[in-house]
């Protein structure tokens, strides 16, 4: 999804240091003036931290409903190294913090021209739909019925001879907050739909646990109102 991306797997955050300190130093010995951070809590939690290093601003999501290409099996297919082109839903210019989303994911999934790690074309167009208050982000192909139409120029082809097929990954990004920093300081903007699956969790076992304890109860009732049966003597 990002051919210009430099990876590195260590984060060593000490004692007296911040998540952010440790991420702006990576991100000064790459060379990276965007920084992609993924954080898993409790092995099945994950959130993605996007920012500007070093100054920010920064926003925290939390990823839902991810979908690989393995498990989707779908017939779509890019060159690798492809730089893909960026399409938003109009709803990005509805409120404030959604334009700033909309920045941080241009400047994060945007491959910029000539780059040394990326080809110089363009088979590939990547979505991002609000609704739900989530963003959900689509990758698709940019196919040609006819072979002969790909070797000619924009102008001297139709819409009818160009189809979009999607290769996968799919996922849905829920914005958590925004920050001022890189990956800290002042808040921004602080989702109000955001529910914490910690919560979820809970409000699950809970649930269970009522479902047990009604079940008991109505048991102990029934107990009682068979005690309370009048008996007849033989």
């Known amino acids: 999804l990002i051919p210009h991306s430099k990876k590195d797997v260590k984060l060593d955050v000490k004692r007296n240091e911040k998540l952010g300190q440790a991420v702006q130093m990576i991100a000064e010995l790459k060379s990276c003036n965007n920084t992609t951070f993924f954080e898993c809590r409790k092995k099945q939690d994950l959130y993605i931290w996007m920012g500007k290093t070093p100054n920010g601003p920064s926003c925290k999501f939390h990823v839902t409903n991810v979908h690989t290409m393995d498990e989707l099996k779908l017939t779509g297919n890019s060159m690798l190294g492809s730089r893909p082109l960026l399409s938003f839903d109009k709803k990005f210019e509805t409120e404030p913090y959604l334009k700033l989303i909309s920045c941080l994911l241009r400047d994060s999934f945007g491959t910029p021209r000539g780059h040394p790690k990326s080809k110089p074309f363009i088979d590939r167009i990547m979505s991002f739909f609000v609704a739900d208050n989530k963003i959900w982000v689509r990758n698709y192909q940019i196919s040609y019925k006819d072979e002969k139409n790909a070797t000619k120029k924009s102008k001297d082809l139709n819409q009818e001879s160009i189809s979009l097929v999607e290769i996968g990954p799919r996922f849905v990004l829920d914005p ?9 300081g002042e808040t921004l903007f602080e989702n109000p ?31 009682a109102k068979f005690e309370n049966l009048p008996r007849v003597n033989d």
Not at 176 to 184: A, D, P
Not at 201 to 212: Q, S
């Open 176 to 184: 958590v907050r925004i920050f001022k920093g890189c990956f800290g």
């Open 193 to 223: 739909n955001f529910i914490n699956p910690n919560k979820i969790r809970a409000e699950k076992r809970r649930a269970k646990g009522d479902k047990y304890s009604n079940t008991f109860e109505a048991k102990k009732n029934k107990r």
